[in-house]
């Protein structure tokens, strides 16, 4: 009975979107999707995790009739001038508001379109193994101006503890380096950044064999299925706040009163705001998306185990879809409508 009602659930919402497709039919477009003839360039970062949510995006895209092309690789800076300049037509990963002097410095609200949250409420930050936190009672990042607890955390012999940190380019190196100035731990502490992928490997390897481990992370990501916050590792907290550029004076504190050193972000999707202009159809799919986080996290949790490849991303997203056929379809509706009352 229930496979029934899943299956009636998931017909009712694909009868639904044929029939709105009927009805933009009938209303004089001859069949035209609205957005047939127009190319869409979506841009993403060199985080292969986050293709999922890019091909979600795309899927829905392509379902309005858009010519949509190979997903280009480039890194958020660069993806946030290529939107406002409209050398591409959107990102799917722009994180609110860690990215915030990205999208100022490309030319904010006059060159770029940024409504609704596509995934809510992402924390990041620094976390410890259990295991050294209750050992040595290290609840802050700031303890590690104590040389003895730092060399906890020296996996090189120089001394100083070692953070698997931030690739150059994402915006989190710059909080980084900017809280190991305000926090004093320069001379404690190295922030390794490189290739994050490798370096959260080697981190994981010490950390199976119950060396103590000091890295930075966010979620929603797979690291934090393996070392699982609360259980196998522990956020670490800031003495206070203190983030660079235009959020100099932001508090970081989190309703729950810790203080992770990180502001809590929304992923939004971003567009070319003369794209979105000219798109309604469009402009309303990115303003109206949603994906949780969890979802996000077991999606990357799967291409951490092996299914790494597009061919297998593609069919997680097509699997996502197939469970939440109500919901997908629904977008697809919304965007139609939206194209329907300014033609």
Not at 119 to 144: E, F, M, R, V
Request: proline letters at 4%.
């Amino acid at each position: 009975m229930r496979h029934f009602t899943t299956r009636w659930t998931g017909l009712k919402g694909f009868l639904a979107t044929l029939l709105t497709l009927s009805l933009w039919s009938a209303g004089g477009q001859a069949a035209d999707l609205p957005g047939k003839g127009v190319t869409v360039q979506p841009l993403q970062s060199s985080i292969a995790e986050e293709t999922f949510q890019t091909l979600l995006v795309v899927k829905a895209l392509e379902r309005l009739g858009y010519d949509v092309k190979p997903i280009k690789e480039v890194e958020y800076a660069t993806a946030h001038i290529a939107i406002g300049n409209g050398d591409g037509t959107f990102l799917a990963d722009h994180w609110d508001p860690l990215h915030v002097d990205f999208y100022t410095k490309a030319g904010g609200a006059d060159k770029i379109y940024r409504e609704g949250v596509y995934s809510p409420g992402a924390l990041q930050g620094y976390l410890i193994d259990k295991k050294t936190a209750d050992q040595y009672q290290i609840t802050h990042i700031d303890q590690l101006k104590d040389p003895k607890l730092a060399k906890l955390f020296d996996t090189n012999g120089d001394g100083k503890a070692d953070l698997a940190g931030c690739n150059p380019g994402w915006g989190c190196e710059k909080v980084i380096e900017h809280q190991l100035d305000a926090f004093k731990l320069r001379d404690t502490v190295t922030h390794n950044q490189g290739s994050y992928s490798a370096i959260i490997a080697d981190t994981i390897t010490r950390f199976k064999k119950g060396e103590p481990v000091l890295y930075y992370t966010w979620t929603p990501y797979w690291v934090s299925g393996v070392m699982v916050p609360g259980k196998d590792v522990v956020w670490l907290q800031v003495p206070f706040s203190s983030l660079p550029g235009e959020r100099k004076d932001v508090d970081t504190t989190l309703p729950s009163g810790q203080n992770y050193g990180f502001q809590a972000n929304n992923q939004r999707i971003i567009a070319n705001l003369k794209f979105a202009q000219e798109n309604p159809a469009a402009a309303k799919l990115f303003s109206i998306m949603e994906i949780s986080a969890n979802d996000i996290s077991a999606q990357n949790l799967r291409m951490r185990d092996g299914e790494k490849s597009m061919a297998d991303i593609e069919r997680h997203t097509d699997a996502w879809i197939k469970g939440h056929q109500e919901t997908f379809d629904s977008w697809i509706q919304e965007a139609l409508k939206a194209a329907k009352s300014q033609s």
